[in-house]
């Protein structure tokens, strides 16, 4: 049985992008990829790009839903508390 590769790292480029951003471009990729009117390099480079703008959408999400999981209340009022990366588990 062969090992299922980890994914590697979010490229800078696509990193520096909100996820309003990289949700527009990924929509855009994917409208070009169901056209069907490229060519088969393009389409796989497209390809490639909707992979890695996913998982940085993925990622954004995931910090969001901790930061929402960590609602605490404090005297009555209820607060976000941002995570420190070395408090994820």
Do not use: W
């Amino acid at each position: 049985m062969s090992e299922k590769k980890k994914p590697g790292p979010v490229p800078d480029e696509i990193a520096a992008l909100s996820f309003e951003e990289a949700y527009a471009e990924l929509k855009t990729v994917t409208e070009r990829l169901e056209a069907e009117e490229v060519d088969l390099e393009t389409t796989l480079a497209d390809y490639g790009r909707a992979v890695v703008l996913t998982r940085h959408c993925s990622n954004l999400l995931e910090k969001a839903e901790e930061q929402i999981k960590v609602l605490t209340e404090n005297e009555g009022v209820i607060r976000l508390e941002a995570l420190d990366s070395d408090d994820r588990g």
